[in-house]
């Protein structure tokens, strides 16, 4: 089961004109292994597109983490230094820069999949990778 994509997913998200209520994504270090789920939506403000950014913070929970202009995650104008912002920050930059071949060599990015046992959806990239999740590989 192969739910990795290019990131080059991630630039129709960046350059869309419409309206959205936001995509679930996992990006996963190749070098690290640290992975991060996000949602991201596009919502059109007085005439201009703005990228917001979530993060998820428990099952299926997402926490807003602001919105991403001139390379960072902002919030009131303000950068957000998080991890997980800057991590999404870094990752953007080089969508916004066309680097789709360097970021597919550094990271993994995955849509969210379903637990071949209980059908619940995936959010980790480790149960994404195997298919399972949590709960369910453990009894």
Known sequence: MNHKISSTALASVLNNDKNNSGADFTLKSISTGKDYT??????????????HVSVEVGYLQFQYLGTYFAGAIRRKGAPITTPSASAI????????????AFLDEKM????????????????????????LGPICRHK
């Not at 920050?89 to 789709?100: H, I, N, P, Q, T």
């Not at 993994?108 to 298919?131: F, N, R, W, Y």
């Open 38 to 51: 996000y949602k991201i939506a596009r919502k059109e403000f007085k005439g201009k597109f703005y990228t």
């Open 89 to 100: 920050a870094y990752v953007l930059g080089k969508v916004e820069d066309r680097k789709f």
């Open 108 to 131: 993994d990015l995955m849509h969210k999949g379903s637990c071949l046992v209980c059908g619940k959806a995936l959010t980790d990239a480790q149960s994404i990778e195997l298919g």
